[in-house]
């Protein structure tokens, strides 16, 4: 079975020899200076034992009599820890004691190698310090002689307890040491958390980019080169994610726009083929009738010639429509602007439709400002207007129609071309700029429509850069609300176009 390696914490792995390393350091030192301080201590004892041996030499090579230097000492140190010592004087030709504190002690030659003064073990030339650590020996055993060698003074002092204490040192330094450990150890945790906090948080960056969550906020990585450094993998990384959600959506978008283009050229397809079908259809029956019947009178063959030519017309009328659809669909890009007074373009298609008898039964009024000068085509506008003069005589059964300027803006003219027939019903409104769509199909037939007019009028309008809407007049009727763009001239008076 194969053993998964267990992934150590970036943070443990800094943290943890850091701290041992200063752990190591402060006991070291701690223990280094409590040795220091303990030795200080005892040589401070064997400093002040060491000064009383002079002294009471110097008190006897003087001639004083040391008595009361010695009871001095002995009170004066009573009850201290320096309670048990003893110093014994003696006369170095005779051999007797001349003067002593303490318990007595024998001379050093009446010592063996290893003897034994009241209970603890001495060395009769033992001067070094090392005694004092050890159990049941002395801390202190030291014997001076005068200048003339008549003098001995044999000075002793017994480790007791009350002299372990006082070189043991200060207990609260092991304590307040340990306390400084664990302030040490905090402090390095928050720094060690604080300096891998980039490699947790481009941890944390990996792990929600592979399974697509948020991301971590650019701002939360520290202000340093690792910090800079991860703000950039980020960045990076969000980049190019950006660019392929983009890519993907306009990808999607592309998908979705060919299947629409492949739906409405499918939709087209059948409604041209049904529109070119029914005036076929009709135009055969006529020709075989006639051929069918070679001895019909001449009224009932002009009849049948008469109705053939209209129907042949209304399949040119549609095949034209459809010609127009094609090509402002398709070269759109190409189609020249220029400048248009649009208030003589629409006195002349007033006078056309009114010489020419377009407008039948109704009046056309119009109503547009001087100097009303827009960025267009003359050939598109000039249908688009004709188309929406058409559409009204033929389905609007009203007496009136009209042209104005509605508003302006900074860039653009906003006219409303309206009439006061009888409207459409609301439903069909959204309808009426989609190809062949009639709200009456059979009067609309019967009057010669292609159901292209107002699909041609939008896409005239939109390929000179303005649009169309169209709603049920307040007082009957239909209103169309179109734009154009504006001619604009430059301050040095050259004429400028209007911004698409």
Same mark, same amino acid.
């Given at each position: 079975?194969?053993?998964?390696?267990?992934? #150590?914490?970036?943070?443990?792995?800094l943290?943890?020899?850091?701290?041992?390393?200063?752990w190591?350091?402060?006991?070291?030192?701690?223990?280094?200076?409590?040795?220091?301080?303990?030795?200080?201590?005892?040589?401070?004892?064997?400093?002040?034992?060491?000064?009383?041996?002079?002294?009471?030499?110097?008190?006897?090579e003087?001639?004083?009599?040391?008595?009361?230097?010695?009871?001095?000492?002995?009170?004066?140190?009573?009850?201290?820890?320096?309670?048990?010592?003893?110093?014994?004087?003696?006369?170095?030709?005779?051999?007797?004691?001349?003067?002593?504190?303490?318990?007595?002690?024998?001379l050093?030659e009446?010592?063996?190698?290893?003897?034994?003064?009241?209970?603890a073990?001495?060395?009769?030339?033992?001067?070094?310090?090392?005694?004092?650590?050890?159990?049941?020996?002395?801390?202190?055993?030291?014997?001076?002689k005068?200048?003339?060698?008549?003098?001995?003074?044999?000075?002793?002092?017994?480790?007791?307890?009350?002299?372990?204490?006082?070189?043991?040192?200060?207990?609260?330094?092991?304590?307040?040491?340990?306390?400084?450990?664990?302030?040490?150890?905090?402090?390095?945790?928050?720094?060690?958390?604080?300096?891998?906090?980039?490699?947790?948080?481009?941890?944390?960056?990996?792990?929600?980019?592979?399974?697509?969550?948020?991301?971590?906020?650019?701002?939360?990585?520290?202000?340093? /080169?690792?910090?800079?450094?991860?703000?950039?993998?980020?960045?990076?990384?969000?980049?190019?994610?950006?660019?392929?959600?983009?890519?993907?959506?306009?990808?999607?978008?592309?998908?979705?726009?060919?299947?629409?283009?492949?739906?409405?050229?499918?939709?087209?397809?059948?409604?041209?083929?049904?529109?070119?079908? #029914?005036?076929?259809?009709?135009?055969?029956?006529?020709?075989d009738?006639?051929?069918?019947?070679?001895?019909?009178?001449?009224?009932?063959?002009?009849?049948?010639?008469?109705? #053939?030519?209209?129907?042949?017309?209304?399949?040119?009328?549609?095949?034209?429509?459809?010609?127009? @659809?094609t090509?402002?669909?398709?070269?759109?890009?190409?189609?020249?602007?220029?400048?248009?007074?649009?208030?003589?373009?629409?006195?002349?298609?007033?006078?056309?439709?009114?010489?020419?008898?377009?407008?039948? /039964?109704?009046?056309?009024?119009?109503d547009?400002?001087?100097?009303?000068?827009?960025k267009?085509?003359?050939?598109?506008?000039?249908?688009?207007?004709?188309?929406?003069?058409?559409?009204?005589?033929?389905?609007?059964?009203?007496?009136?129609?009209?042209?104005?300027?509605?508003?302006?803006?900074?860039?653009?003219?906003?006219?409303?071309?309206?009439?006061?027939?009888? !409207?459409?019903?609301?439903?069909?409104?959204? @309808?009426?700029?989609?190809?062949?769509?009639?709200?009456?199909?059979g009067?609309?037939?019967?009057? !010669?429509?292609?159901?292209?007019?107002?699909?041609?009028?939008?896409?005239?309008?939109?390929?000179?850069?303005?649009?169309?809407?169209?709603?049920? !007049?307040?007082?009957?009727?239909?209103?169309?609300v179109? #734009?154009?763009?504006?001619?604009?001239?430059?301050?040095?008076?050259?004429?400028?176009?209007?911004?698409?």
């Open positions: 079975m194969d053993l998964k390696k267990r992934r #150590t914490n970036y943070q443990l792995k943290f943890l020899p850091i701290v041992g390393l200063l190591v350091i402060i006991i070291a030192v701690e223990v280094s200076q409590y040795k220091r301080e303990k030795d200080y201590r005892a040589e401070m004892i064997r400093s002040r034992i060491e000064f009383m041996n002079q002294r009471l030499l110097s008190l006897m003087e001639g004083i009599d040391p008595t009361a230097f010695l009871h001095f000492i002995d009170n004066y140190y009573k009850a201290s820890e320096l309670d048990n010592l003893s110093m014994t004087l003696y006369d170095t030709k005779t051999g007797q004691e001349k003067v002593r504190i303490g318990f007595p002690t024998p050093p009446q010592l063996s190698t290893r003897g034994k003064i009241d209970g073990f001495i060395s009769a030339n033992n001067n070094d310090d090392s005694t004092y650590i050890q159990p049941d020996k002395a801390f202190y055993y030291s014997v001076n005068s200048s003339d060698g008549s003098l001995l003074v044999q000075t002793f002092m017994p480790l007791n307890a009350r002299i372990a204490a006082e070189i043991k040192g200060n207990p609260w330094l092991r304590f307040f040491v340990l306390l400084g450990c664990a302030g040490i150890t905090l402090v390095t945790y928050i720094a060690t958390r604080h300096l891998t906090k980039n490699i947790r948080l481009l941890r944390e960056f990996v792990s929600n980019a592979s399974s697509d969550h948020d991301f971590v906020a650019i701002d939360k990585f520290a202000n340093d /080169d690792l910090g800079e450094i991860s703000r950039q993998v980020v960045n990076m990384y969000n980049m190019r994610k950006a660019a392929l959600a983009s890519r993907e959506l306009e990808h999607r978008v592309a998908l979705k726009a060919t299947e629409e283009r492949s739906n409405l050229k499918r939709q087209m397809t059948n409604n041209i083929n049904h529109e070119l079908k #029914t005036p076929a259809g009709i135009i055969k029956g006529y020709i009738t006639i051929i069918d019947n070679p001895d019909m009178d001449d009224e009932s063959r002009n009849h049948f010639l008469l109705k #053939t030519q209209e129907h042949i017309e209304r399949l040119c009328n549609i095949l034209n429509d459809l010609s127009t @659809m090509r402002l669909e398709d070269g759109a890009q190409n189609i020249s602007l220029e400048k248009i007074d649009f208030k003589e373009f629409v006195d002349n298609i007033r006078n056309d439709v009114e010489e020419s008898g377009i407008n039948g /039964d109704m009046t056309f009024s119009t547009i400002p001087q100097n009303c000068y827009v267009g085509n003359n050939t598109l506008l000039t249908g688009a207007v004709m188309n929406l003069v058409k559409n009204a005589v033929a389905y609007s059964k009203g007496t009136e129609m009209s042209l104005r300027l509605l508003t302006e803006n900074q860039r653009f003219y906003t006219f409303v071309f309206a009439d006061n027939g009888q !409207g459409v019903p609301e439903e069909s409104i959204p @309808m009426l700029f989609e190809r062949f769509y009639r709200v009456d199909k009067r609309s037939r019967k009057a !010669g429509g292609t159901g292209l007019g107002l699909p041609i009028v939008r896409s005239s309008l939109n390929t000179i850069g303005g649009s169309i809407s169209v709603n049920n !007049g307040e007082h009957g009727g239909l209103e169309f179109f #734009t154009l763009q504006k001619w604009r001239t430059k301050p040095s008076g050259h004429d400028e176009e209007a911004d698409a």
